[in-house]
């Protein structure tokens, strides 16, 4: 149950950001002015009859995120209570410190009329906690726990150990792919989204003829999806050269390849179509799903050297102990040792 409730937080999460996505492409920042009241009113009796026209995207925002901020709570009151891996407990508890940093984000920005650099916080943290909630539901799947059930040798995967290039391969991609959301954020809370207007083509060229800072971070943005998809090939190549036979590694890496496709089709289209805005948050959604679909196949990748960790200090502690019990042991000797001489 409580893998699937993880996976609902975690779906819920998807929403939120297409619900963040929308507010930006309608330009709706600062359709409900003030924070964290509506319009004077409790964010939670607001009046369904003024929704109207953009409020609706920006209040709609405002209510999923505290959807999601009360599931997190469950969320991480469940983890404590039921799950007996402390390190988990904690990650729970960070990913709710996370929304609750995020919400107050998200109203300063309110706040603050929209100021480009913490807007583009507000979505890099918001890329940042959805990576948790799939960690979460991850790190509580069947599939990862049972590498460290009784009988289970956590150190070997069912297809043998996975080698450290795919680990490193991976974990690259998921970097990569990472700072370019973060350069996308940076281009839409700019308004660089349209300044280069065409496709495939910059003003004509390969490479722009004339520069500015809104030229020079939106082909940031397009030299980066170059970089991400190559990283993504390189990546699905390997694992599908090496590890076939891996359906946990095999799967989610065909998924990053199409995903990747999509994501590359749809920023075209956001062009094309002069950022519409069903387009364009369909994008940022897609790059959020291709950036946790590399870090479920990253972490599945360390599960080996995660499970040494969790394995060590209890080693640590078993040595400790045995050697505390035998210098007990040879201390209680020696003073019966000496009684009896005496």
Known sequence: MLHRFAKLVAACTVLLILAGSLVTSHDAGLSVPDWPTSYGWNMFTFPPSMWVANIFYEHGHRLIASSVGLLTIILAVWIWLADSRRWLRWFGVTALGAVIAQGVLGGLTVLFFLPPAVS????????????????????????????????????????????????????????????QILVGATMRHTGAGLAIPDFPLMFGHVVPDHWSAAIAIHFAHRAGALVVAAAAVATAAYTWRRYTDRAELAQPVLVLILLVAVQVTLGALTIISRRDPLTNSVHVVCGALVLTTSLVLALRTWRVRFAQQREEPQGTQSAQSTLGFSSAVSASSAIKRGSARA
């Open 120 to 179: 583009t916080a507000h979505a890099a943290l918001a890329e940042i906690f959805f990576c948790m909630t799939v960690a979460i539901a991850l790190f509580t799947s069947p599939g990862w726990i049972a590498g460290y059930a009784a009988g289970a040798d956590p150190r070997v995967g069912p297809g043998g150990p996975v080698g450290p290039t795919l680990r490193h391969l991976a974990t690259a991609t998921t970097v990569l792919i990472y700072l």
